[in-house]
C-alpha cells in the first residue's frame, strides 16, 4: 500500500509520461495537456486533483495561452502586442466542467 498521496501519484503519472516521449513542440504540449483523452488530463476532482486550466507561455514567440478545462475556447495574448497596447480581445473564458 502506497502512503503517498493520490495527487502525487497523478503527478508521477504525468511526470513518468511526459519522460517517454520524444521532443514535442510548445505548442503540442500545451494541446496535448488540455485534451481530455490525454493521460495528461485528470479529472480526479473528488480527490482534489483534476485539470482546471492549461496555460503556456512561450517567451520566444512572448505568447501567453490559457484554456479552461474542457472548453476549445483559448484565450491567446501576444505580450508584445499588449505592452503596445493591443486591447485583448476576450475578456472571459467560460466552460463547464
Same mark, same amino acid.
Given at each position: 500500500?502506497s502512503t /503517498?498521496?493520490?495527487?502525487?501519484?497523478?503527478?508521477?503519472?504525468?511526470?513518468?509520461y511526459l519522460?517517454?516521449?520524444?521532443?514535442?513542440?510548445?505548442?503540442?504540449?500545451?494541446?496535448?495537456?488540455?485534451?481530455?483523452?490525454?493521460?495528461?488530463?485528470?479529472?480526479?476532482?473528488?480527490?482534489?486533483?483534476?485539470?482546471?486550466?492549461?496555460?503556456?507561455?512561450?517567451? /520566444?514567440?512572448?505568447?501567453?495561452?490559457?484554456?479552461?478545462?474542457?472548453?476549445?475556447?483559448?484565450?491567446?495574448?501576444?505580450? /508584445?502586442?499588449?505592452?503596445?497596447?493591443?486591447?485583448?480581445? /476576450?475578456?472571459?473564458?467560460?466552460?463547464?466542467?
Amino acid at each position: 500500500m502506497s502512503t /503517498k498521496p493520490q495527487a502525487t501519484e497523478n503527478s508521477l503519472q504525468r511526470l513518468a509520461y511526459l519522460e517517454n516521449q520524444q521532443s514535442v513542440e510548445i505548442s503540442e504540449w500545451f494541446d496535448e495537456f488540455r485534451n481530455p483523452v490525454s493521460p495528461l488530463f485528470f479529472r480526479d476532482y473528488e480527490n482534489l486533483f483534476g485539470t482546471l486550466h492549461t496555460v503556456m507561455m512561450n517567451p /520566444k514567440e512572448c505568447l501567453f495561452k490559457t484554456v479552461i478545462a474542457g472548453s476549445d475556447e483559448v484565450m491567446m495574448i501576444y505580450f /508584445k502586442d499588449w505592452v503596445n497596447g493591443t486591447a485583448v480581445k /476576450k475578456r472571459e473564458l467560460m466552460a463547464e466542467l
